[in-house]
């Protein structure tokens, strides 16, 4: 027994040691001459991203990650009493007392492509994988997508109900059954992932692709095609049959999206999963046959978002789904795809909350490298594609978005697998042969967002003043059609449909726009006297909040659930930038940003007084 004992605790210590190696600190790079840096995870050694303590009352926890290859690098800055500014270029002042949404989270997708390529590694990698993403000393995400049946991301076209072309259809569903995606791919390795996160619970999110070929008009899992008519009954119980089976592993989900990219089963030669709808089309299902369908089987409490496809068609699209009564009753929130966030103005997420302020908006689905004219799709190392994701992100805050969410969790160094070979990028690249992963550059951009801004976390005012007194005068930068919003005209703007149609005037979008937009000039015309002063002012300070883009720079600021203040910094210039931070109770913060940086800011609120230049706590 002796013997046993002592070889227990041998094993013990030598399980110890090496779970101590793989999780060395620090970052093991790797350049592949794309501009920056990856972050190599082998057996012998894995960088993990801990969250050091608040500093006590008048300092600010700083961490930083930069394209120079800086990777959550951390330090502490000390409030003063404001001082000459005239050396700084940018000056910013956090106002808690003004707020707006709050976070919902923020994750990943459980693809089949991401499940393969984890299980590739040995075990022990494998579960640095998704420690990276889950664990506290990972990304805490707290959201997960979950594909109904089977996407491009996976290894071959399925459903759960597919049929022989023998066999005309089957519409109580007595063929539904998983899949071995699902045994092998997707369900162990959300409850690995749920193990890691614990206590914190994932919210887990459905979405259906492709539906059965037989419920189709196009009778095809792929392409062009809608569900039928008279199968809208049972592709709701499809539905629900989905959120059974998971729950008879005892994975309960918090939501579903009513369709993912409904628009692409509507698109001519469209190649991969997909069933169309239009928004009519869609609050009819859902009002008539998807949510009553949830009631009956008692899951009510499943949060119903509407669209799952690109801002493009916002606010159209929320506006006609929630103009039928029955359908809205069971519609929680928006969930929005970044694609096309690069060609559309961010106001159509300010008309969409305005219109509908009951709905959160939700970033469900982004990655990079998905251009045809972006021929690696892989990118090592790109500091490029990490600043899209921080960027959009900022953006997408700034504008009542709640939460975002990343599409794949892992791919091989191809981008796949996919079917179709629709290759992209993605935050953590495997290389099976080599028995590692890399850590990509998008990773620690997400982790300045995701472990600084837990669920319940409060966007706060933030104002923003330059120094440069001609920049004062742009909104955005890169378009001299944008310049022209002076301080002046700004203070003309009477209502967000004004700003999205000046956005617009002269563009070759404009008659597209104009069509999906459906611009209502009778909005502004309602506003008057001192309500429409008002909302002069709203409209003004939220454009003042994005003029340091002059500089290449972008921020946002939160109020977390311990009543600490985060700010984020997203440097993409070339140039140094001084800061000035200003928090009404403790003073200024004076801060440097590097170019091509992100910077995430965070202090303790407390009551003090400013006393002999320095932060006093007040007694």
Same mark, same amino acid.
């Given at each position: 027994?002796?013997?046993?004992?002592?070889?227990?605790?041998?094993?013990?210590?030598?399980?110890?040691?090496? #779970?101590?190696?793989?999780?060395?600190? %620090?970052?093991?790079?790797?350049?592949? +001459?794309?501009?920056?840096?990856?972050?190599?995870?082998?057996?012998?050694?894995?960088?993990?991203?801990?969250?050091?303590?608040?500093?006590?009352?008048?300092?600010?926890?700083?961490?930083?990650?930069?394209?120079?290859?800086?990777?959550?690098?951390?330090?502490?800055?000390?409030?003063?009493?404001?001082?000459?500014?005239?050396?700084?270029?940018? !000056?910013?002042?956090?106002?808690?007392?003004?707020?707006?949404?709050?976070?919902?989270?923020?994750?990943?997708?459980?693809?089949?492509?991401?499940?393969?390529?984890?299980?590739?590694?040995?075990?022990?990698?494998?579960?640095?994988?998704?420690?990276?993403?889950?664990?506290?000393?990972?990304? !805490?995400?707290?959201?997960?997508?979950?594909?109904?049946?089977?996407?491009?991301?996976?290894?071959?076209?399925?459903?759960?109900? =597919?049929?022989?072309?023998?066999?005309?259809?089957?519409?109580?569903?007595?063929?539904?059954?998983?899949?071995?995606?699902?045994?092998?791919?997707?369900?162990?390795?959300?409850?690995?992932?749920?193990?890691?996160?614990?206590?914190?619970?994932?919210?887990?999110?459905?979405?259906?692709?492709?539906?059965?070929?037989?419920?189709?008009?196009?009778?095809?899992?792929? %392409?062009?095609?809608?569900?039928?008519?008279?199968?809208?009954?049972?592709?709701?119980?499809?539905?629900?049959?989905?959120?059974?089976?998971?729950?008879?592993?005892?994975?309960?989900?918090?939501?579903?999206?009513?369709?993912?990219?409904?628009?692409?089963?509507?698109?001519?030669?469209?190649?991969?999963?997909?069933? %169309?709808?239009?928004?009519?089309?869609?609050?009819?299902?859902?009002?008539?046959?998807?949510?009553?369908?949830?009631?009956?089987?008692?899951?009510?409490?499943?949060?119903?978002?509407?669209?799952? =496809?690109?801002?493009?068609?916002?606010?159209?699209?929320?506006?006609?789904?929630?103009?039928?009564?029955?359908?809205?009753?069971?519609?929680?929130?928006?969930?929005?795809?970044?694609?096309?966030?690069?060609?559309?103005?961010?106001?159509?997420?300010?008309?969409?909350?305005?219109?509908?302020?009951?709905?959160?908006?939700?970033?469900?689905?982004?990655?990079?490298?998905?251009?045809?004219?972006?021929?690696?799709?892989?990118?090592? +190392?790109?500091?490029?594609?990490?600043?899209?994701?921080?960027?959009?992100?900022?953006?997408?805050?700034?504008?009542?978005?709640?939460?975002?969410?990343?599409?794949?969790? #892992?791919?091989?160094?191809?981008?796949?697998?996919?079917?179709?070979?629709?290759?992209?990028?993605?935050?953590?690249?495997?290389?099976?042969?080599?028995?590692?992963?890399?850590?990509?550059?998008?990773?620690?951009?997400?982790?300045?967002?995701?472990?600084?801004?837990?669920?319940?976390?409060?966007?706060?005012?933030?104002?923003?003043?330059?120094?440069?007194?001609?920049?004062?005068?742009?909104?955005?930068?890169?378009?001299?059609?944008?310049?022209?919003?002076?301080?002046?005209?700004?203070?003309?703007?009477?209502?967000?449909?004004?700003?999205?149609?000046?956005?617009?005037?002269?563009?070759?979008?404009?008659?597209?726009?104009?069509?999906?937009?459906?611009?209502?000039?009778?909005?502004?015309?309602?506003?008057?006297?001192?309500?429409?002063?008002?909302?002069?002012?709203?409209?003004?300070?939220?454009?003042?909040?994005?003029?340091?883009?002059?500089?290449?720079?972008?921020?946002?600021?939160?109020?977390?659930?311990?009543?600490?203040?985060?700010?984020?910094?997203?440097?993409?210039?070339?140039?140094?930038?001084?800061?000035?931070?200003?928090?009404?109770?403790?003073?200024?913060?004076?801060?440097?940003?590097?170019?091509?940086?992100?910077?995430?800011?965070?202090?303790?609120?407390? =009551?003090?007084?400013?006393? +002999? +230049?320095?932060?006093?706590?007040?007694?």
């Amino acid at each position: 027994m002796a013997d046993i004992t002592r070889l227990v605790v041998v094993v013990v210590m030598v399980l110890g040691l090496a #779970a101590a190696c793989l999780a060395s600190a %620090g970052c093991k790079s790797k350049d592949y +001459g794309h501009g920056s840096v990856v972050c190599v995870c082998d057996v012998g050694h894995c960088d993990r991203l801990s969250l050091p303590a608040l500093p006590p009352p008048g300092l600010a926890l700083m961490v930083t990650s930069s394209k120079a290859g800086q990777r959550w690098n951390s330090s502490t800055a000390r409030f003063k009493a404001p001082t000459d500014t005239r050396w700084n270029d940018v !000056e910013v002042e956090v106002d808690a007392s003004t707020t707006y949404q709050s976070i919902l989270g923020f994750g990943g997708a459980f693809t089949d492509a991401a499940g393969l390529n984890i299980l590739t590694l040995p075990d022990e990698l494998q579960e640095e994988v998704l420690r990276a993403y889950y664990s506290p000393e990972g990304l !805490e995400y707290n959201l997960g997508r979950v594909p109904i049946g089977g996407t491009d991301f996976s290894t071959h076209p399925y459903t759960y109900d =597919d049929l022989s072309e023998r066999e005309r259809g089957d519409p109580a569903l007595h063929h539904f059954s998983l899949t071995k995606e699902d045994m092998e791919y997707k369900i162990p390795i959300i409850e690995r992932a749920m193990k890691l996160a614990h206590p914190t619970p994932i919210k887990l999110f459905g979405s259906a692709w492709g539906a059965p070929a037989w419920m189709k008009d196009n009778a095809n899992i792929t %392409g062009k095609g809608k569900i039928k008519p008279e199968h809208y009954s049972t592709w709701a119980k499809y539905h629900v049959r989905f959120i059974e089976s998971y729950g008879e592993h005892n994975l309960s989900f918090w939501g579903l999206t009513t369709q993912n990219e409904p628009t692409d089963g509507l698109t001519e030669g469209f190649q991969f999963n997909a069933v %169309g709808w239009t928004a009519q089309e869609q609050a009819l299902w859902v009002g008539r046959f998807l949510g009553p369908n949830l009631h009956d089987a008692n899951l009510d409490h499943l949060h119903l978002m509407i669209l799952d =496809d690109n801002r493009f068609f916002l606010p159209a699209w929320a506006d006609q789904v929630m103009s039928d009564s029955v359908a809205a009753q069971y519609i929680s929130g928006v969930a929005v795809h970044w694609y096309t966030d690069w060609v559309t103005p961010t106001f159509t997420l300010d008309l969409t909350h305005s219109r509908h302020p009951s709905l959160f908006l939700l970033y469900t689905e982004a990655c990079t490298g998905q251009w045809p004219w972006q021929p690696l799709k892989v990118v090592l +190392g790109s500091w490029v594609r990490a600043e899209e994701y921080a960027a959009d992100i900022i953006e997408a805050l700034q504008h009542w978005v709640t939460g975002w969410t990343d599409w794949n969790l #892992a791919l091989d160094m191809k981008g796949g697998p996919n079917w179709i070979k629709n290759f992209v990028d993605a935050p953590i690249i495997i290389n099976a042969p080599q028995g590692e992963f890399y850590k990509q550059p998008m990773y620690y951009t997400l982790a300045h967002f995701t472990k600084f801004l837990p669920e319940g976390s409060l966007r706060i005012g933030l104002t923003t003043k330059e120094r440069n007194k001609e920049a004062e005068n742009l909104v955005l930068t890169g378009n001299k059609r944008k310049k022209q919003l002076s301080e002046r005209r700004m203070n003309e703007v009477t209502s967000l449909d004004d700003i999205l149609t000046q956005f617009w005037t002269g563009t070759t979008a404009n008659r597209q726009i104009k069509e999906v937009y459906k611009i209502e000039r009778t909005i502004s015309e309602n506003y008057t006297g001192r309500a429409k002063k008002k909302k002069r002012i709203r409209d003004k300070k939220r454009l003042d909040e994005q003029s340091s883009q002059h500089y290449g720079l972008s921020h946002v600021a939160f109020l977390r659930p311990d009543n600490s203040t985060v700010v984020i910094f997203l440097n993409k210039g070339h140039d140094v930038v001084q800061v000035g931070v200003n928090d009404k109770m403790f003073g200024q913060l004076s801060l440097q940003l590097d170019p091509h940086t992100i910077t995430t800011l965070t202090w303790r609120s407390s =009551d003090i007084t400013l006393e +002999g +230049g320095d932060v006093n706590q007040r007694s």
